[in-house]
Each structure stands twice: as C-alpha cells, then as structure tokens.
C-alpha cells in the first residue's frame, strides 16, 4: 500500500473549532491533493500542494506537506457545519500519469 | 467550475449480466481515469486513458472490464459480465494533463450486481 500509518476514520467537533487532518505515504511524491467528498457526490479537490510549496493556504484551509518525513496535514480553521464531510489525500508521482492513490480518508462531522 | 457528468447514476443488474457507465469529461481535457469506491472505503484506481489508449490499470481491471472513448464521445467503462463483487459506486474524472494536474471527478455511477 502507499499509505503508511492509517488516517483517523471520524472525527466530531464543535463548530468554530480548528481541525488537522494528517496523512502520510511511503512512496516519494512531488504533490499531494486534498479532497472533499460529501455525501452522495464525487470528490472535489479542495487544495493540491506541490514539494516547492511546504505549506498552501486557500480561505480557511491549510496544507502542509514535508516531503523528508512523507506526511502532509490539512487544517481548517474555525469549522463551519458545511464542512462536514469525507477528506481524502491522495498522491500523485510522475511516472504514474496522473494515476491518484488515495488514503483512508476522515469523516469529520461539524456540530452546531 | 468543470463538470464530469455520468450515466447513469445508479444501476442495477443481475449477475453475469454486461453493463455500460458512461462519462462525459470536461470538453477540452485528454486524460481520463476510472476509479472503484465501495461504501465505507476509500477510492481506488481503475485505469487511465489517453490518446485512444489504456496507459495503465490496476489489479481491479479484470479481464472483463473494457474502457473507451470513440470518436471524441462518452468515455466508457465496460464490465461483461458482471459479478457480485463489482458492485460499488465507479468515479470517473478527467484532467487537462497527466500527473500532478487537477482531476475533476463525476457524482459516481451506483452498480448494484444481484
């Protein structure tokens, strides 16, 4: 498998509460994309960061990857109900043609 | 922004049956990818398709899958014929380029396999 150490499987907390999500992967990568998938839909890529970017930043979200230790993290800050959902990472490597492997995934759940 | 649109959404079919899910890729894209989700679990890679041709799949793709895009039309994944563990929900995305580009993804077609 490309994914080393499982993601967290759910997650609950209150809304305006800050979140991290942490994946990491075992074969080296260039770019790491961030998904959300509610319910019901295809995902839809919320952030992709690149090994130049270290850390990329898009509203409220923000992703980190640190290519050394293969772990990328994704937070949002002050979590709103209608960002409850499914978060996917997924890796990309050159050689694969676009070929996504995606991790576990979290389900996190926003409470009003 | 881009849409993926797939048809249909759900269907169900009896085992041994053949089946067609079809795709309609962002216009202007070249690459296209079929992914495999069963409920509860994370996505999975198919294949991949550029240039009229199947540039990689993964285990997943037995011998009774078949993908392609005639004539520029709906992108295709074929399954002849079915079995009960190809039931899953089947993504389809496209992208402008090959690694490291923007996948946009369709809502999935629902295949039930009685």
């Known amino acids: 498998s490309q994914w080393g150490e499982e993601n967290l499987q759910a997650l609950s ?3 305006g509460e800050d979140v991290t999500m942490n994946c990491s992967y075992k074969t080296y990568t260039t770019v790491v994309h961030w998904y959300r998938q509610d319910s019901g839909r295809g995902p839809a890529l919320i952030i992709l ?3 130049n970017e270290r850390e990329k930043r898009s509203g409220r979200l923000r992703a980190t990857l640190d290519t050394s230790s293969q772990s990328s993290s994704l937070s949002i800050t002050a979590a709103q109900c209608e960002d409850t959902a499914v978060y996917f990472c997924a890796t990309d490597v050159d050689y694969n043609q676009g070929k996504l492997i995606f991790g576990q995934g979290t389900k996190l759940s926003i409470k009003p | 922004g881009p849409k993926v649109l797939q048809i249909p959404s759900h269907q169900i079919i009896d085992m041994g049956q053949m089946v067609t899910l079809n795709c309609d890729p962002v216009s202007n ?6 992914y495999k989700q069963i409920l509860g679990q994370q996505m999975e890679f198919l294949v991949n398709f550029y240039n009229g041709k199947v540039m990689e799949k993964s285990k997943l793709f037995k011998d009774q899958f078949s993908v392609e895009r005639p004539d ?6 074929k399954i002849q014929p079915t079995a009960l563990e190809d039931s899953a929900v089947y993504f389809c ?4 380029g ?3 580009d923007t996948q946009y993804f369709g809502p999935g077609t629902r295949l039930l396999v009685l």
């Open chain 1, 13 to 15: 907390i209150q809304e």
């Open chain 1, 49 to 51: 960061i690149r090994s």
């Open chain 2, 29 to 34: 894209h070249l690459y296209f990818y079929w």
């Open chain 2, 72 to 77: 520029g039309s709906y992108f295709t994944l």
């Open chain 2, 93 to 96: 995305a496209s992208s402008l």
């Open chain 2, 98 to 100: 090959g690694a490291r």
